[in-house]
């Protein structure tokens, strides 16, 4: 009987420990909802870990990466390339692209260009202004240094005649590479560009960033600026130029040492009809002026006509006598 008593006293004892409310019991820990909630987590883990390596999470990390480094290297340009705003006030003396011209010219023995000689926007005929514009930089007044559709369709062209098309520069990054840059074509010289425009809308207004650009323009083998173009492609000055004058010289500006008014080229002769048809498009110039300047285009592109062709030029009628004597004699 005693012993009896002792073995169910033995077995008695691990049932003690089983009571399911014991803080010390071995199985509390591991209870049926608390294995399911531990083997949940368990099966969370990797599905956390695929997000991470998801094709959409690996894209937007490599943007935040990217958008990080241009920051630090538009950052460093900006900090890098001179400061514009001195030329709200001042005309620069000289132009990165005249010295780049200066020195082909040396080692090609010829004369070297001078500097620009500067007039102000009022002193510009608003002929070539407006035609400027509208046949370098259509949006010039709207945009803030880019021209983004221009671009667009600049990439669109290039892809489809799968070479490098047209380019996109506004009047606002062709002054800054002008100005800075020269004419050298590298991804670093345009990253240097782009700055430099932002630099330049940021420091000047459109009307200033207009008037540089017409005063420091190549217009020929040594012919910097408005004025100078005026005066040695039609003996005039750039206040005096006609429409058809604005128009030759806008139609320049893509390549200007291979236009030869002397000899107009295709390219030259359509680009001036269609910078006329765009100044009457966006009522620059009404109809009798197109036709007036149109007449007169045609003229230039014929060429100056042979010494017997050329009509004889009256002579002044004859009012009466003419007084020989000096003033006051």
């Given at each position: 009987?005693?012993?009896?008593?002792?073995?169910?006293?033995?077995?008695?004892?691990?049932?003690?420990?089983?009571?399911?409310?014991?803080?010390?019991?071995?199985l509390?820990?591991s209870t049926?909802?608390?294995?399911?909630?531990?083997?949940?987590?368990?099966?969370?883990?990797?599905?956390?870990?695929?997000?991470?390596?998801?094709?959409?999470?690996?894209?937007l990390?490599?943007?935040?990466?990217?958008?990080?480094?241009?920051?630090?290297?538009?950052?460093?340009?900006?900090?890098?390339?001179?400061?514009?705003?001195?030329?709200?006030?001042?005309?620069?003396?000289?132009?990165?692209?005249?010295?780049?011209?200066?020195?082909?010219?040396?080692?090609?023995?010829?004369?070297?260009p001078?500097?620009?000689?500067?007039?102000?926007l009022?002193?510009?005929?608003?002929?070539?202004?407006?035609?400027?514009?509208?046949?370098?930089?259509?949006?010039f007044?709207?945009?803030?240094?880019?021209?983004?559709?221009?671009?667009?369709?600049?990439?669109?062209?290039?892809v489809?005649?799968?070479?490098?098309?047209?380019?996109?520069?506004?009047?606002?990054?062709?002054?800054?590479?002008?100005?800075?840059?020269?004419?050298e074509?590298?991804?670093?010289?345009?990253?240097?560009?782009?700055?430099?425009?932002?630099?330049?809308?940021?420091?000047?207004?459109?009307?200033?960033?207009?008037?540089?650009?017409?005063?420091?323009?190549?217009w020929?083998?040594?012919?910097?600026?408005a004025?100078?173009?005026?005066?040695?492609?039609?003996?005039?000055?750039?206040?005096?130029?006609?429409?058809?004058?604005?128009?030759l010289?806008?139609?320049?500006?893509?390549?200007?040492?291979?236009?030869?008014?002397?000899?107009?080229?295709p390219?030259?002769?359509?680009?001036?009809?269609?910078?006329?048809?765009?100044l009457?498009?966006?009522?620059?110039?009404?109809?009798?002026?197109?036709?007036?300047a149109?007449?007169?285009?045609?003229?230039?592109?014929?060429?100056?006509?042979?010494?017997?062709?050329?009509?004889?030029?009256?002579?002044?009628?004859?009012?009466g006598?003419?007084?020989?004597?000096?003033?006051?004699?």
């Amino acid at each position: 009987m005693a012993s009896l008593e002792t073995s169910l006293k033995k077995l008695a004892k691990p049932r003690s420990h089983t009571t399911r409310g014991s803080p010390r019991s071995p199985l509390a820990r591991s209870t049926p909802m608390a294995a399911g909630q531990r083997s949940a987590k368990v099966r969370r883990m990797p599905a956390r870990r695929a997000g991470l390596r998801s094709p959409l999470a690996l894209a937007l990390v490599a943007l935040g990466a990217s958008l990080a480094l241009g920051a630090a290297v538009l950052a460093a340009l900006w900090a890098a390339l001179p400061e514009v705003d001195w030329l709200a006030s001042r005309n620069p003396g000289t132009t990165a692209l005249v010295e780049q011209r200066r020195a082909e010219a040396r080692r090609a023995g010829r004369a070297e260009p001078s500097e620009p000689r500067f007039v102000p926007l009022e002193r510009i005929a608003p002929r070539l202004a407006e035609a400027v514009v509208l046949s370098e930089d259509a949006a010039f007044f709207g945009h803030a240094g880019f021209d983004f559709r221009e671009i667009r369709n600049a990439v669109a062209e290039s892809v489809e005649r799968r070479r490098l098309g047209r380019g996109a520069s506004t009047i606002t990054q062709q002054l800054a590479k002008n100005l800075f840059l020269g004419t050298e074509r590298t991804l670093g010289r345009k990253l240097e560009e782009a700055v430099l425009a932002m630099k330049l809308e940021r420091a000047l207004s459109k009307r200033r960033i207009l008037a540089l650009y017409l005063n420091v323009a190549e217009w020929g083998e040594g012919v910097f600026g408005a004025e100078a173009a005026a005066r040695a492609r039609f003996g005039a000055s750039a206040a005096e130029l006609s429409t058809a004058q604005a128009a030759l010289l806008a139609a320049m500006l893509p390549a200007p040492r291979r236009a030869d008014l002397a000899h107009p080229a295709p390219w030259l002769a359509q680009r001036a009809r269609r910078i006329l048809d765009l100044l009457l498009q966006h009522e620059k110039i009404d109809a009798a002026e197109h036709r007036h300047a149109s007449a007169e285009l045609e003229r230039i592109l014929a060429g100056p006509l042979p010494p017997e062709e050329a009509p004889l030029e009256p002579p002044p009628e004859d009012d009466g006598e003419v007084d020989l004597a000096p003033d006051g004699g």
